[in-house]
């Protein structure tokens, strides 16, 4: 059945380190893929996304490029900082009214 | 100007008691939903309403009871709380039902003692 699978945290990183939270999927057709970020204390919020095939999201240095072959949107970031310490949802749409569905979340530390 | 606004923001509560959640959006979007978050971040849907009308009711004890007085307000009433009801339940709208950006409201802590 449809799913979006996400990788399983904590991860921990210094300053300046590369990231990647993997997520892959099972859907039909082409669905827009987000990624969610939520700040210690609040609610989620849009990180990016991508509406289509090869298309590449990014917003405050995170990217993910849409790949159809691989059913993957892996979020990256070439050098984080210890103000993107929060949780990353992955999600799109699969729900019965098509609604966003969204990953378990990966909770990022990030150590100064 | 807060566009997905909830109250309380926290809650502490007995067994047993009755308790409501209030939401409110000013996006003007035509869809809103309630999920909660447990304690490890798992979020899960539990209503959506388009329009006022409930479109999504997942596998949720029936002590749970949404209510869409209009399009930009989406309250939540539980009934006897248990202490597995502890979470943090957050309200979210989209412009309308279906695969669309959705935003959130900051979060209601509910805490059960």
């Known amino acids: 059945g449809n799913s979006v699978t996400q990788m399983e945290g904590p991860v921990t990183l210094s300053e300046e380190a590369f990231l990647t939270i993997n997520c892959t999927y099972t859907?039909?057709?082409?669905?827009?893929l987000f990624w969610y970020v939520q700040y210690p204390g609040e609610g989620l919020q849009l990180l990016l996304k991508?509406?289509?095939?090869?298309d590449k999201g990014s917003n405050k240095g995170f990217e993910a490029t849409y790949r159809k072959e691989t059913t993957s949107f892996h979020l990256e970031k070439g050098s984080v900082q210890v103000s993107d310490s929060a949780v990353y949802f992955c999600?799109?749409?699969?729900?019965?009214?098509?609604?966003?569905?969204f990953g378990s979340g990966t909770q990022l530390t990030v150590l100064p | 100007d807060t566009a997905v606004s909830q109250t309380p923001k926290y809650l502490v509560t007995q067994m047993g008691n009755d308790k409501s959640i209030k939401c409110e959006q000013n996006?003007?979007?035509?869809?809103m939903y309630w999920y909660k978050q447990d304690s490890k971040k798992f979020l899960k849907i539990m209503f959506s309403?388009?329009?006022?009308?409930?479109?999504i009711n997942e596998t949720v004890p029936n002590r749970f009871s949404p209510k869409s007085p209009d399009k930009a307000h989406l309250n939540l009433h539980i009934n006897s709380l248990e202490l597995g009801d502890s979470a943090v339940y957050f309200c979210?709208?989209?412009?309308?039902?279906?695969?669309?950006?959705?935003?959130f409201g900051p979060g209601t802590r509910l805490t059960v003692l």
């Open positions: 999600a799109l749409p699969l729900g019965s009214a098509r609604q966003l569905t």
């Open positions: 996006l003007g979007h035509d869809t």
């Open positions: 309403y388009n329009n006022k009308e409930l479109i």
């Open positions: 859907a039909t057709g082409y669905p827009s």
């Open positions: 979210a709208s989209s412009q309308a039902a279906g695969g669309h950006e959705q935003f």
């Open positions: 991508a509406t289509k095939a090869d």
